[in-house]
């Protein structure tokens, strides 16, 4: 089928190339012309595991433009995956897909089908049929249905190609025919429902996970308070299958571009319709709080964080992605500047990012030895498989004062045991933290 695909970020990019390698033309549309001429030259703008060889394997049925007219006006699907970034408010901003309606409207000359993959609020798809019927030409129909995307960042290849479900938002049978088409060649349940299910099933997952994270966080930071332990607490739920082990991963909260922004528009949503939805409002302040819990646990260490050095390992709001979206080190680091402390980060792919943003007042390194030498203190906030396979040692070897405080539990207990390293992680003992505790010892 001959594809169109607006907006080439996480979801647009990833859908596009995936879609191409399920054997479909497909012309990926963005208005960034310097983004559109690295993909030209077979070079993904976004870092994502996988997508540049599937980008380089699919040439053939892949173009990258910015001419809508090209891309839009033979296309018999057209997938909108731009982004709905927060407002001010809190609610889910559609600048961005209704500039691509516009545009869209403008250049079809033929029946089509417009697919919402972005995530929008309940009744948007609704609503962009009725726009598109008050501007398109007459005699054209296009129809609109919303498929919602399931793609973590860092998986994003991996979870398009091999998805957990295929959910198809129509009324019309025909339109769902079509995109069983689309998808024919991946084998995955699929749910055919309206448009206003198809999108409530989207904030309704990303929602619930984020709760299951501030939710598993909360009783972190109580088994901290009376001496369980996260790790096998979560264990030992996640036996049970109708809980499930997976996001029971405690840690320093949820970031990305995905659950700080749809906790806050369902949260909007609901309200703006006279319902006030209490879990997702205490999920979005746990979350909050939780951010903030090592600073906290960073001063019960040293009574003065001022003129400190401190190691910061990991900036990324996860591992696998470049994106610094909502991460918890955006939160931590300027209270770290305030506080006069000199910031030695490590960050494997997440530095030249943060750099945009902070280009002075951090010592940006390029091992984390580097990052670790002569400091006061250690702060973890990604779960980088480098930091995780570190020999601890290091810890003390490099540091002035071998003090961790792990954000993402990256480590066992026992592996501090026989060291004089102090390890404070997530919903755990603080191991060789005794002479610590009271704090304030610093
Ligand atoms: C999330 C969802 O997982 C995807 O299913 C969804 O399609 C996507 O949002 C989206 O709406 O586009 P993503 O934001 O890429 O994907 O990342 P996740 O892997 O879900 O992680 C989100 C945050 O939760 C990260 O900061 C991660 O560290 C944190 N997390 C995750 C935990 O703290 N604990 C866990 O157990 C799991």
Request: glycine content about 8%; hydrophobic content about 40%.
């Amino acid at each position: 089928m001959k594809i169109a695909v607006a907006g080439t970020g996480y979801v647009g990019l990833v859908t596009g190339v995936c879609l191409a390698e399920n054997g479909h033309e497909v012309t990926c549309v963005d208005v960034d012309e310097a983004k559109i001429a690295l993909m030209n030259q077979g070079i993904s703008p976004i870092y994502e595991d996988g997508l540049e060889e599937l980008m380089q394997k699919n040439k053939q049925r892949l173009c990258y433009t910015t001419d809508y007219m090209q891309a839009y006006s033979t296309a018999d699907v057209i997938f909108i995956g731009v982004g709905t970034p927060e407002k001010r408010d809190g609610s889910a901003n559609l600048k961005y897909v209704y500039s691509v309606a516009d545009q869209i409207a403008e250049n079809v000359v033929k029946d089509c089908v417009v697919v919402v993959k972005s995530t929008v609020p309940i009744g948007t798809n609704d609503r962009l049929e009725v726009y598109f019927e008050e501007r398109v030409r007459a005699g054209i129909r296009v129809f609109v249905a919303s498929n919602p995307e399931f793609l973590a960042q860092g998986t994003a290849v991996k979870d398009t190609l091999y998805p957990s479900r295929i959910i198809i938002g129509t009324e019309e049978d025909f339109v769902a025919n079509i995109l069983k088409k689309v998808y024919q060649d991946f084998s995955a349940p699929l749910l055919i429902t309206n448009r206003k299910s198809a999108e409530m099933i989207k904030y309704a997952s990303n929602d619930f996970l984020a709760l299951k994270i501030s939710y598993i966080n909360e009783i972190a930071n109580l088994c901290e308070l009376v001496g369980a332990d996260i790790e096998d607490v979560a264990t030992g739920m996640g036996f049970d299958s109708r809980i499930g082990n997976k996001f029971l991963h405690a840690g320093i909260g949820y970031g990305g571009s995905c659950f700080p922004k749809d906790t806050k528009a369902l949260h909007w949503f609901a309200n703006f319709h006279d319902y006030e939805m209490k879990t997702i409002k205490a999920a979005i302040e746990v979350n909050d709080n939780q951010k903030l819990r090592m600073i906290k646990k960073a001063r019960k260490f040293y009574r003065e964080l001022k003129g400190l050095t401190i190691s910061v390992l990991g900036l990324t709001f996860k591992p696998g992605t470049d994106d610094l979206r909502e991460a918890p080190s955006l939160v931590n680091i300027p209270i770290l500047m305030d506080e006069e402390c000199k910031i030695q980060a490590w960050d494997p792919v997440g530095s030249e990012n943060f750099k945009k943003r902070f280009p002075e007042g951090i010592v940006y390194c390029d091992t984390i030895e580097e990052a670790l030498t002569n400091s006061d203190l250690c702060m973890i906030f990604t779960d980088w498989e480098e930091i995780k396979r570190l020999d601890v040692h290091k810890y003390s070897e490099y540091m002035r004062k071998p003090i961790v405080i792990d954000g993402r539990n990256c480590y066992h207990l026992e592996q501090f045991e026989d060291t004089d390293i102090i390890y404070d992680s997530v919903g755990r003992r603080i191991v060789n933290g005794a002479h610590s505790i009271g704090y304030g010892v610093m």
